[in-house]
């Protein structure tokens, strides 16, 4: 069974980092693109960022240069790390598995809650 | 957001219901990586549409996906209380965009 399960979420002040973790189990997770997707509270799913099989990265423009996603193979587990953050990005963070090899998002966990807030 | 939905949709139980999912030529026309999410109240969205028409293992065939132009478009036939929901379409367009959401009630 496929599994994903976030942690690293909680209250951050604005302008302050978090880094987020995902740890897979359930499949090969070397050979998948895997992604972070996030949801503000009342709003629809955002895409944040995704890396492949052979480690290239992707971010849309909104996060290319605040957030840096990467991988360890041998530990199973993605990471998001976040810099700068502001009331804005408070969300709860999904990671999610890509179906392959690098379509949309077939799996994912059951997000961590990022609250930016003094 | 590029792509648009409804806000809501309802039906009744054994009914039929179609959600649209209309985007700019951008975001729906040129690809065909439009996918379709569940999502229920405090949980994970699911997928329950990929490639515009594909089908995940366990989804029932009750759900169905299409495309014509820049409209995507779902149907649920057959409609129980558990398909009550908020559904999402996804396309690619050079990066991956969500559209607003479609709340479904299931009278």
């Known amino acids: 069974e496929v599994q994903l399960l976030e942690s690293g979420g909680g209250r951050v002040q604005p302008g302050g980092s978090l880094r987020l973790s995902c740890a897979a189990s359930g499949f090969a997770f070397s050979n998948y693109a895997v992604s972070w997707v996030r949801q503000a509270p009342g709003q629809s799913p955002e895409w944040v960022s995704s890396?492949?099989?052979?480690?290239?990265?992707y971010y849309p423009d909104s996060f290319r240069g605040r957030v840096t996603i990467s991988r360890d193979n041998s530990r199973n587990t993605l990471y998001l790390q976040m810099d700068s953050l502001t009331a804005e990005d408070t969300a709860i963070y999904y990671c999610?598995?890509?179906?392959?090899?690098?379509?949309?998002?077939?799996?994912w966990g059951q997000g961590t809650l990022v609250t930016v807030s003094s | 957001s590029a792509v648009t939905q409804p806000r809501s949709v309802s039906g009744s139980p054994g009914q039929s219901v179609t959600i649209s999912c209309t985007g700019t030529?951008?975001?729906?026309?040129?690809?065909?990586?439009v996918s379709w999410y569940q999502q229920h109240p405090d949980k994970a969205p699911k997928l329950i549409i990929y490639?515009?028409?594909k089908r995940p293992s366990g989804v029932p065939d009750r759900f169905s996906g299409s495309k014509s132009g820049d409209t995507a478009s779902l149907t649920i036939s057959g409609l129980q209380t558990e398909d009550e929901a908020d559904y999402y379409c996804c396309s690619y367009a050079g990066y991956w965009v969500f559209g607003g959401g479609t709340k479904l009630t299931v009278l």
């Open positions: 999610a598995r890509n179906t392959p090899p690098l379509g949309t998002f077939d799996y």
């Open positions: 890396i492949s099989s052979g480690f290239t990265t």
């Open positions: 490639d515009v028409i």
């Open positions: 030529s951008t975001a729906l026309s040129g690809y065909n990586s």
